[in-house]
């Protein structure tokens, strides 16, 4: 609770992750930047499964259109033949 007041925040857990935020900045990276909490911007924020099977499946498109990139690129580079 101390910590929720001292950093003004709503709940606690908003302020652990908003001094952890502080802590990573400090000794890991500078240039960190700390969300805003979902409460805030009342965002429907994704579980890590929802996420990975959306990373997943964002993969495999990316896959796919690669591919298919790739098979036009071949059409397209292939000689054409042409009639007398």
Known sequence: MELQYSL????SFEALQTAWHAWTQAHLDPTL??????KKTQREH???QEYKRLQD???EERK?????????????AAPTR???
């Open 57 to 59: 499946r964002l993969a």
């Open 46 to 48: 994704l579980t890590t």
């Open 64 to 76: 796919e259109l690669e591919e298919a990139n790739e098979a036009l690129a071949c059409r397209w």
């Open 82 to 84: 042409r009639s007398p």
């Open 8 to 11: 003004k925040a709503m709940y």
């Open 33 to 38: 930047k700390r969300g805003i909490p979902a």
